[in-house]
């Protein structure tokens, strides 16, 4: 078997996922892998482990928690022979959905052991990778009002964020340099994708694959209140696509400018600070990732 090793996020889920560390280790050892389970604390620790894990010789590099430490923990494996694995313990979970990994743990052990695998592309931006979503506008709008609400969690605390986001944000002017042509858009909201969901159901993207060389494109323009309330619910079965108000596309590169400076999430985090400019570009076959058979 395979040496592996799972980086493991307690504080994934509001905390909630520090209760599964038992299980998950319980289900690794009747599965008989053979692993090393390490815990992170803050953000960059899953990023190291997974560093050290890569020198130190593991196969297989696990994350388990949510989004944040799986898009660190993928990071950290690109250019290495290493597999990404996932136990998905996360409050949105987006990537899992993409890799068609389900929620229930068991399953996700028994993907790993059963070993089947893909080649995962790599979003770039500003230098930095991702493996899911690119939100730009509104999405890093969300996110700064998510960090200041107690007491909810998933959709709830998601539908709340947005809502306050857009008491204060309304879009702003935005162009897009495709290199062979450049546009301009009054939009709320420009989401580069590389796998399908965001915002832990938000199927903006349903055509996405995330080995397919390509970077999915949602673009919506400034919507009012009535259009947002009326529209975005279909968001959650990709029924949107069709809307004047939104610009679906492809592409391998792009760079998003703007006068005044723009939020930003990746992979469901905050970008460090507002950016003027986002350069993006699609790296294929950048880590080989462990898939299942959940049909989300």
């Known amino acids: 078997m395979l040496r592996t090793k799972v980086i493991f996020n307690p504080k994934a889920h509001g905390g909630e996922a520090a209760g599964h560390l038992e299980q998950v280790k319980a289900l690794l050892k009747a599965t008989g892998i053979n692993f090393e389970i390490s815990l992170t604390d803050k953000e960059g620790d899953a990023r190291r482990q997974a560093q050290e894990a890569v020198e130190r010789g593991f196969k297989v590099i696990v994350a388990c928690g949510g989004d944040g430490v799986a898009g660190e923990t993928a990071g950290a494996l690109v250019g290495s022979q290493a597999v990404f694995g996932m136990i998905p313990l996360g409050s949105g979970d987006d990537l899992a959905k993409s890799l068609n990994i389900g929620r229930n743990i068991s399953d996700a052990v028994n993907h790993i052991k059963q070993h089947r695998t893909k080649m995962m592309d790599a979003g770039v931006v500003n230098g930095w990778y991702y493996f899911n979503s690119l939100g730009i506008g509104l999405d890093g709008e969300v996110i700064i009002e998510k960090q200041k609400i107690k007491?909810?969690?998933?959709?709830?605390?998601?539908?709340?964020?947005?809502?306050?986001?857009?008491?204060?944000?309304?879009?702003?002017?935005?162009?897009?340099?495709?290199?062979?042509?450049?546009?301009?858009?009054?939009?709320?909201?420009?989401?580069?994708?590389?796998?399908?969901?965001?915002?832990?159901?938000?199927?903006?993207?349903?055509?996405?694959?995330?080995?397919?060389?390509?970077?999915?494109?949602?673009?919506?323009?400034?919507?009012?209140?009535?259009?947002?309330?009326?529209?975005?619910?279909?968001?959650?079965?990709?029924?949107?696509?069709?809307?004047?108000?939104?610009?679906?596309?492809?592409?391998?590169?792009?760079?998003?400018?703007?006068?005044?400076?723009?939020?930003?999430?990746?992979?469901?985090?905050?970008?460090?600070?507002?950016?003027?400019?986002?350069?993006?570009?699609?790296?294929?076959?950048?880590?080989?990732?462990?898939?299942?058979?959940?049909?989300?």
């Open 151 to 296: 007491g909810l969690r998933d959709l709830k605390l998601y539908l709340l964020a947005t809502v306050k986001a857009l008491m204060r944000y309304k879009g702003q002017r935005i162009s897009l340099d495709f290199g062979p042509g450049k546009i301009w858009v009054e939009a709320l909201l420009v989401e580069i994708m590389n796998g399908r969901c965001v915002g832990g159901g938000y199927l903006l993207t349903p055509q996405a694959e995330v080995d397919d060389g390509w970077l999915d494109l949602c673009i919506i323009h400034k919507l009012t209140w009535l259009e947002f309330f009326r529209h975005v619910p279909k968001t959650f079965k990709g029924k949107h696509t069709h809307l004047k108000q939104i610009v679906m596309g492809r592409t391998q590169k792009v760079v998003v400018e703007s006068e005044q400076p723009m939020a930003a999430q990746v992979d469901g985090e905050l970008w460090p600070k507002r950016e003027k400019r986002y350069e993006i570009s699609i790296l294929p076959k950048a880590v080989e990732a462990i898939v299942g058979d959940h049909n989300w």
